[in-house]
C-alpha cells in the first residue's frame, strides 16, 4: 500500500494579510511543519498544491509542485485536492493537509496511518469538538470517481463531497493543538505568547499513547 502526502497551499490568506504559509514556528515555515510531518513516514511523492503567485517563495527541493496557473480564480480545496490526486498516478491513499497547521507532528500522522490497514472507507477525517477537519485527512483513490462528478459540476464545497462517500471519523481530544490553523495575525501573537511548548509537549505524548494503544490491537 503506498501513500502519497498532499499540501494545500494556493489560498489567498485575505485574512490573515499575507501568505501566511510563509509565516514562521521554530524556525519553519508554516508549510514546513506540514512536509516535514509527512516526510518523517517516508510517505512519497509529497506534492504542494499552490499557484504562481506563491510558487517562487517556496524553498523546499525535496517536494513536487502543481501549479494552478490562474491566481485570479482560485477554485477552493476540493478542486487543489482533486488536482493532486488525479495525477499521483501510484498512490493508494492521499493523506491531505492544509499549510497553516504549524503545531501538526509526526505522531499525529503516524496514527492516522495504521487506521488505513484493511480499510474499506473512503476517507479517514478527524474529528474535534464535533467539528470536521477535511484538510488533516485521508482520501483514498476510490472517492476520486466522486471527487471529478462534483469538480466537473461545479459543486466544490468538501463537506458535499464527504456526504457521498464512506467516511470513517476519528475523534480526538479538545486539547490536541495540531488542529489549530492560523487565520489572522492576531490569533498567531496570541499562540505564541501562550505556553504553547508545554501544551503540545503533552500534546505529542498523548498521541503517542493512542498510537502505541493501537499497535497493541
Known amino acids: 500500500m503506498k501513500i502519497a502526502g498532499v499540501i494545500l497551499a494556493g489560498g489567498k490568506s485575505s485574512r490573515y494579510g499575507k501568505p501566511k504559509m510563509f509565516e514562521t514556528y521554530k524556525g ?6 506540514s512536509v516535514d510531518a509527512l516526510k518523517a513516514h517516508s510517505l512519497s511523492p509529497i506534492v504542494i498544491v499552490t499557484n504562481d503567485d506563491l510558487f517562487p517563495s517556496f524553498k523546499r ?7 494552478e496557473h490562474d491566481t485570479n480564480a482560485y477554485q477552493g480545496p476540493l478542486f487543489a485536492m482533486y488536482q493532486a490526486l488525479s495525477s499521483i498516478a501510484d498512490a493508494d491513499w492521499f493523506f491531505v493537509l492544509s499549510c497553516d497547521i504549524p ?20 476517507a479517514i477525517v478527524p474529528v474535534q469538538a464535533d467539528q470536521i477537519h477535511p484538510l488533516l485527512a485521508l482520501y483514498h483513490r476510490r472517492s476520486l470517481v466522486t471527487m471529478k462528478q462534483l469538480v466537473d459540476r461545479n459543486e466544490r464545497k468538501i463537506r458535499l463531497f464527504l456526504d457521498q ?13 495540531v488542529f489549530i490553523n ?3 495575525r492576531e490569533d498567531w501573537l496570541t499562540y505564541k505568547q501562550a505556553s504553547q511548548q508545554t501544551k503540545e509537549a503533552h500534546n505529542e505524548q498523548s498521541l503517542t499513547q493512542r498510537t502505541e494503544i493501537f ?3
Not at 61 to 67: A, H, K, L, P, S
Not at 103 to 122: G, N, P, Q
Open 28 to 33: 519553519k515555515c508554516f508549510y514546513e511543519h
Open 103 to 122: 503545531f501538526v507532528h509526526s505522531a499525529f500522522v503516524e496514527y492516522m496511518i495504521r487506521l488505513t490497514k484493511d480499510s474499506e472507507y473512503d
Open 165 to 177: 462517500i464512506r467516511v470513517q471519523t476519528i475523534p480526538f481530544s479538545n486539547e490536541d493543538s
Open 182 to 184: 492560523i487565520n489572522h
Open 61 to 67: 527541493n525535496d517536494v513536487e509542485f502543481i501549479i
Open 215 to 217: 499497535y497493541k490491537k
